[in-house]
């Protein structure tokens, strides 16, 4: 499995949560999504994009079920950072 991990601020990693956008080739079907309870799915073109606010131990956690189901990892980008959000 190949990824590509991207971050808009490499510090940003370790503190708080922080939105992921998580690219898979293909398209999921609901009984493989609800292992992603924390996360939204879109379909775009051939790959499902998931996106979710985690925390570093969630996203593993993600990226750990993601192998587990054999899923052709594509690209992990952090979209924002919420640290200093009132409210998150």
């Given at each position: 499995m190949?990824?590509?991990?991207?971050a808009?601020?490499?510090?940003a990693?370790?503190q708080?949560?922080?939105?992921?956008?998580?690219?898979?080739?293909g398209?999921?079907?609901?009984?493989?999504?609800?292992?992603?309870?924390?996360?939204?799915?879109?379909?775009r073109g051939q790959v499902?994009?998931?996106?979710?606010?985690?925390?570093?131990?969630?996203?593993?956690?993600?990226l750990?079920?993601?192998?587990a189901?054999?899923?052709d990892?594509?690209?992990?980008?952090?979209?924002e950072?919420?640290?200093?959000?009132?409210?998150?």
């Open positions: 190949r990824a590509r991990l991207m808009l601020d490499p510090g990693m370790d708080g949560s922080v939105l992921y956008a998580i690219r898979i080739n398209h999921l079907g609901d009984m493989v999504l609800c292992a992603f309870p924390e996360m939204t799915a879109q379909h499902t994009v998931l996106t979710g606010i985690l925390d570093r131990s969630a996203l593993y956690g993600v750990a079920e993601l192998e189901l054999g899923l990892l594509v690209e992990v980008r952090q979209l950072s919420h640290r200093g959000r009132p409210g998150i």
